[in-house]
């Protein structure tokens, strides 16, 4: 944030998204850890991010990567111990840098106590109440309850024993089979959530982001999915009066924040989740899949904007993350925006025109008002791998999508930190191989390789944040169109600081009166070049066609 901002934190924040199993390997049994964690720390303070966001870390079988938890209130040993995590939490502090946890609450692992129970107890069993078991259609029960299609693609029953060998009741699974839904009908599930979250709140936890936020009410009457109909388990009103416990919860604890993962494409539903009583920030999803084009870019950040306006909410901006395709491999493509619908295999790349891109888009979100999310590799330039061989793909939505969707493995390979061939520093030297296998054309880009190459993507993205942090009209605030010609974005955000980004085929003159503050790439005798974009600062702000604030 910068030095001015007095303003909450996760208004105006950078915040790096962690894979913990892909960021650094401390015990050299190829999965990354909490130790990796630490040992990397520097680099993350280097970068001047404000705080750090850990995808799940809990105990877990592992059946979707960690996001199946047997329990909320520990650490998986295969990323440390629970004492480990609190010393990471208070070493981030000492650094400058705020912590945030993910928390799955739509589901569980099959594996959790309470799920365990209930398979146990057979009919009648209390904790099945917890969850959403139901008889199955048909004189036998042998159909399912209902033929609604999973996140991940397929079937979201599952048919169980009884305690005597006999078929018995269906459970739902939104996701993969070994990821029951809980029944949030229930108020032991609703009080045991408000108690996870103070659980880590104690523990000096700054947010908490929330996973598949919209999906926890469902429809108990199980109607099918019709296109006339409310959906039966997207974004229910009932899931509001969760969050207003949730938000009491956080505003029992100084300059806590509620984050929410929530894919909508209606933007007044989604603003809904950000009312002053609900959660604080959510992800911006319509940005992120936005296509490399000028206008759809500036529809989207205005349509953003204006629907975070009315609820006093800020504005998050995303390029990346754990689920998606990296940018730097979108970007490079004839069709850049992305969708989990049009994700296939042996789609060209063109990677130099996606860095480039890349490069531009980096200066664009981390100057647009609000908050700036980087996913880990990110500022490495690091790129979609996409010849991950079947037999080590380990993502549930390649199988279950019949190995039509290529799953997203590839947004997760283990990051490169120094040497010339794989592990590239992941982990020590004679540990076992990284759970997925790194390109070995990845060492020109570790962190190693780049650290005072000023042409790199990480020197961009530190060169970036430092003056974002240092800069009192950046972060959080407001927003200013200037007049730009086609295919041009043109803003100001006061203070005389200006941001260009040329989408265009063609270059365009650069401002006469601007102090060249830094560029994604080189310039054209005077020109901004295609794909680039530059941060400018001038004596005061120039004349606009319109402002948006936050």
């Known amino acids: 944030m910068s030095t001015a901002d007095s303003g909450p934190w996760w208004r105006g924040a950078v915040i790096y998204q962690v894979y913990p199993r892909s960021f650094a390997d401390g015990n050299g049994d190829g999965i990354g850890d909490i130790a ?14 404000d705080a750090i966001w850990f995808s799940p870390w809990y105990p877990s079988p592992m059946a979707d990567a960690g996001y199946d938890v047997s329990d909320y209130r520990d650490i998986d040993p295969v990323f440390g111990s629970l004492a480990e995590a609190e010393a990471l939490i208070s070493e981030a502090h000492a650094l400058g840098i705020r912590t945030i946890v993910d928390v799955v609450p739509n589901h569980c692992s ?29 004189p036998n029960g042998d159909q399912r309850p209902t033929d609604w299609v999973g996140e991940f693609g397929g079937e979201t029953w599952t048919r169980t024993t009884n305690p005597d060998g006999t078929p018995g009741d269906w459970y739902l699974h939104l996701f993969a089979p070994q990821q029951p839904d809980f029944n949030w009908d229930h108020p032991r599930v609703r009080a045991e959530f408000e108690d996870i979250l103070r659980f880590w709140f104690d523990r000096g936890v700054d947010g908490i982001r929330i996973d598949s936020a919209g999906l926890l009410v469902k429809d108990g009457t199980l109607p099918e999915v019709r ?29 806590r924040a509620l984050i929410g993962e929530v894919w909508l494409p209606d933007r007044q539903r989604f603003a809904n989740y950000l009312r002053p009583d609900e959660l604080h920030a959510a992800f911006n999803f319509d940005f992120l899949g936005c296509a490399w084009d000028a206008s759809a870019l500036r529809e989207s950040i205005d349509g953003t904007l204006s629907a975070h306006a009315p609820v006093g909410a800020p504005a998050t901006w995303v390029l990346s993350n754990h689920d998606v395709t990296r940018h730097v491999t979108r970007y490079g493509r004839a069709d850049t925006t992305f969708s989990f619908a049009a994700k296939r295999e042996g789609i060209p790349t063109d990677l130099e025109l996606g860095t480039r891109r890349a490069r531009a888009a980096a200066l664009l979100s981390l ?28 993502d549930p939505m390649w199988e279950r999508s019949g190995r039509v969707d290529p ?35 990845w060492k020109d880009r570790t962190a190693r390789a780049q650290t005072g190459d000023a042409a790199s993507m990480l020197e961009l993205y530190r060169a970036a944040i ?40 063609t270059p365009v003159a650069m401002p006469a009166d601007g102090e060249l503050l830094l560029a994604s790439g080189p310039l054209d005798d005077g020109l901004l070049p295609s794909d680039t974009a530059v941060w400018l600062r001038t004596a005061g702000s120039p004349a606009a066609d319109g402002a948006v604030r936050t």
């Open 110 to 138: 099959d594996a959790h106590p309470w799920f365990q129970a209930a398979l146990a107890g057979g009919p009648g069993a209390p904790e099945r109440d917890l969850f959403w078991f139901r008889p199955g259609r048909g």
């Open 227 to 255: 296109p006339d109909q409310p959906h039966p388990f997207h974004d229910l009103d009932g899931v509001h009066d969760i969050y207003r416990g949730w938000r009491r919860v956080a505003d029992s604890y100084p300059d």
């Open 367 to 394: 100057s647009l008002p609000g908050a700036a999310y980087v996913y880990q590799g990110e500022e490495l330039g690091l790129y979609e791998v996409e010849d991950i061989p079947y037999a080590l793909r380990q």
């Open 466 to 505: 430092a003056i974002r942090r240092a800069d009192p009209a950046l972060g959080d605030g407001e927003l200013t169109w200037l007049p730009a010609p086609d295919g041009v974005l043109a803003f100001s955000r006061g203070g005389g600081f200006r941001c260009l980004v040329n989408l265009s085929d």
């Open 36 to 49: 990796g964690i630490r040992s990397r720390l520097d680099h993350l303070a280097a970068l001047g991010v």
């Open 407 to 441: 799953g997203r493995d590839g947004c997760r390979v283990p990051l490169p930190w120094t040497g010339d061939e794989p592990p590239f520093g992941f982990s020590p030297d004679g540990s076992a191989a990284p759970w997925l296998p790194q390109p070995a054309d």
